[in-house]
């Protein structure tokens, strides 16, 4: 049973161009959130999905950033005109029901970002 | 808001000695969560803390949740360099997300 799939492990993009960063749950899992890490900083949430439907994007900035869980494939976190201070790991975690229950989230490896 | 504080950021600690870093947060919550992160890695979940009083051990790795003080702790005994990693700590809520404090960096020195 694969764990929680990110990629790409890693992406460089130039100030201006976009981002797309995929996750696949886990087997089972319709429950998806993702989170950010800056450098030397903990985790911060950032959305919140179910298929097909956006649950809870407080986390998200209102501007240049997206996410998308469709009926088919992975959940997808785009960002537009990246700037330096996109660079960071955005990190993928699923659960099979909502909220954390009893055992926490499944988090994947993990994509780092780094904007030039 | 939900804000979760960990101390100390930094801890540096000799092979053999204990130490407990701390977790407080700031509303009510009855899950608390630790996780380990190695350099260049995802979280791997370390402990899970469900109700008040709650103690699980795992090797050199304890960790408690005392609700009424909003408190969790996580004790290293006897350390090891295999330790060494950072050291998360997250409050969940009655929503679905998960607040992290800032982490604490472990180095375990021989």
């Known amino acids: 049973n694969a764990g929680v799939m990110q990629n790409p492990r890693h992406l460089v993009r130039r100030r201006g161009q976009e981002a797309r960063l995929r996750c696949s749950p886990m087997k089972g899992h319709s429950h998806v959130y993702w989170y950010r890490q800056l450098p030397e900083e903990g985790l911060k949430f950032m959305v919140y999905l179910q298929k097909e439907n956006i649950i809870d994007e407080s986390g998200m900035p209102k501007e240049r950033f997206s996410a998308e869980f469709p009926k088919e494939g992975p959940s997808i976190l785009r960002i537009q005109q990246v700037v330096r201070g996109d660079s960071a790991a955005y990190f993928c975690?699923?659960?099979?029901?909502?909220?954390?229950?009893?055992?926490?989230?499944?988090f994947g490896s993990g994509t780092r970002l780094t904007v030039v | 808001e939900l804000k979760v504080e960990q101390n100390p950021l930094f801890l540096s600690m000799q092979e053999g000695k204990n130490y407990t870093i701390y977790c407080n947060y700031s509303?009510?919550?009855?899950?608390l969560y630790w996780y380990r992160q190695d350099p260049g890695k995802s979280l791997e979940s370390l402990f899970v803390?469900?109700?008040?009083?709650a103690v699980k051990q795992e090797g050199r790795l304890m960790a408690s949740l005392d609700t009424k003080a909003r408190l969790s702790t996580l004790h290293i005994t006897a350390a090891v360099h295999d330790l060494s990693a950072t050291y998360f700590c997250a409050v969940g809520n009655s929503g679905n997300k998960l607040v992290f404090g800032a982490g604490t960096i472990l180095r375990v020195k021989s």
């Open positions: 975690a699923s659960s099979p029901t909502a909220g954390q229950g009893n055992y926490g989230y499944t």
């Open positions: 803390l469900l109700s008040n009083g």
């Open positions: 509303t009510t919550s009855d899950r």
